[in-house]
């Protein structure tokens, strides 16, 4: 049995995590998740597209491999997991101001 990746696994929790912040009304930055969404999952697609795809050797001994999936799936999931992790952040260190502001935690 193929074990999955760590690196896949936190892609797919920051491309859960951002899509139900893009989808609820209420929450701040609602376009920046927006963004972080799209860019997940174009990001995810073509790296499940490059694996689907898979690589070969002709017989002269040339790869043929989606060398463009690959680096661009790569980029794009990091750039969604970035913004995702940048927006948790600052998430955290506005409730962590508002807190302090009101004086609950001294």
């Known amino acids: ?12 929790a920051s491309w859960i995590l951002s899509t139900r912040n893009a989808l609820t009304p209420t929450v701040r930055n609602q376009r920046v998740w927006r963004v972080a969404t799209v860019l997940l999952t174009i990001g995810l ?10 690589s070969s050797l002709d017989k002269d001994g040339f790869l043929h491999e989606p060398f463009y999936l690959i680096g661009s799936g790569s980029l794009l999931s990091l750039a969604g997991s970035g913004i995702t992790f940048l927006l948790v952040l600052l998430g955290l260190f506005s409730r962590l101001c ?9």
Do not use: F, H, R, S
Not at 98 to 106: F, V, Y
């Open 1 to 12: 049995m193929n074990q999955i990746d760590p690196i896949v696994l936190a892609y797919l």
């Open 45 to 54: 697609t073509a790296l499940t597209a490059a694996q689907m795809i898979g």
């Open 98 to 106: 508002a807190k302090l502001e009101k004086g609950q935690w001294a």
